[in-house]
């Protein structure tokens, strides 16, 4: 068969002809041709649907912003934190904030070792091997694949005051860059000394000596965490307190309300290959073991997840969730509904994919990681819609919030970090199954 012979010129004279007789395209075209697809295909009408009012509402304060970044996933975590040490601390301020530049520091780090690791265990492989490219194509990244319970169990967390933003910090591409540069150095110099014949206990003691100059690359762009601090405030009724000599663990442990022992990541994962029930874990490669730092995630229906978020709520607790947000979701708006926006009528074709093909074809898929920190519940108990906190500054959406409609909960909220004491009882026994590899 000839090269493009599948496009050829018949072919484009039928398009055309297609085209020319498709007077709502020309419409459309003319519309898009002046104005954003946003605008376009907006259901001006959403947010009738959608008021900012909520029977759950936790109130929280200020919403706090990532930049340009893509640390979500500490926002998110750091949000629910934050809301716990305020009401822990009787705190006056209401914009306290715990530093994200801490955990992000703490992040980089591990993930390098993380990388380190898994060069020293590929480095007899060819430099074409599958697995060597796939680590070396991103070294390094922003993204929360590591688990923030994790970090956070093992370097706690301080107040914003004690490591405040450095000036990359809205804007972390520098970082990863040179990062990146650093590790694929690393690699190199790794491989090479396993080619000379090096053993295990040498490319160790060489990991080591790469991680300590990647910790002082991270001091320059970051400043040195601290490993114990005082931080002074004013409690609600205006006294001044004062924490003294404490750990970045210690406050973690006793004022920020979340105890990594009791919280569970359930995703929603529909199809006959991951029935619910069962706990999984992404493997390094495919059919590969239990990776030391992996990520366990029971997987459950939407269900089950809505009653543990709506009973965490309840009792006055925000819950952090992943979901595909940049799907018929309205930033400027701060309005998430599955009937947002007329693609379908404004393109003349299909688009929309149910569950469970939407997950099996990977339609939708979580790009995004925020706090729940309301619900509206109609008079049987049932969402109706949610209150969602973003990290993008109080200039997003309504006042830095979402108003997602239940249905868009259905389609594209893919997981949940939630507490053991909430999940359905019917949950339970289930967390203590063997977790199974993804395919």
Known sequence: MEPYRTIDAAFLDTCARAWAGDEAGHRVADALAGGTLHDVALDHTAAARLPFVFSIDLDPQGVTDQGQSLRCWAFAFLNVARHNAVRTLDMQDRSFELSQCYIYFYDQLEKSARFLDRMIRCAGRPLGDRAVQRELREPISDYGYLSFLMLAEKYGAVPKSVMPDTCCLPDTRPVTRILSMKLRWCARRLRQMHESGCGHGDLQAEKMAMLCDIYR???????????????????????????????????????????????????????????????????????????????????????????????????????????????????????????????????????????????????????????????????????????????????????????????????????????????????????????????
């Not at 004491?421 to 289930?430: I, K, M, Q």
Request: with cysteine; glycine share 10%; aromatic share 12%.
């Open 217 to 439: 690359i991270l001091c320059r762009f970051l400043g040195e965490p601290p490993r114990q601090f005082d931080f002074a405030y004013r409690d609600s009724g205006g006294g001044l307190r004062r924490l003294c000599g404490i750990t970045p663990q210690q406050f973690f442990a006793k004022y920020c309300g979340i105890d990594p022992a009791q919280y569970v990541e359930v995703r929603c994962m529909p199809g006959d290959k991951t029935p619910f029930g069962e706990r999984y874990y992404q493997p390094d490669e495919p059919g590969g073991p239990l990776p030391p730092d992996a990520r366990i995630s029971l997987n459950l229906c939407m269900a089950d997840i809505k009653a543990a978020v709506i009973a965490q709520l309840r009792a006055g607790v925000q819950v952090t969730f992943g979901s595909d947000v940049a799907k018929l979701s309205s930033k400027p708006r701060g309005l998430m509904d599955t009937d947002l926006f007329h693609y379908e009528e404004l393109f003349g074709t299909e688009l929309w994919m149910d569950s469970p093909d939407s997950y099996a074809y990977h339609w939708s898929s979580g790009t995004h990681i925020m706090c729940f920190d309301g619900v509206e519940l109609d008079a049987a108990g049932a969402p109706v819609r949610w209150k969602v906190q973003n990290s993008y500054g109080a200039g997003m959406g309504i006042q830095g919030h979402y108003v997602m409609a239940d249905r868009w909960f259905d389609q594209f909220v893919v997981s949940a970090a939630l507490r053991r004491d909430f999940l359905p009882a019917h949950v339970l026994p289930w967390l203590d199954k063997e977790p199974r590899p993804l395919e």
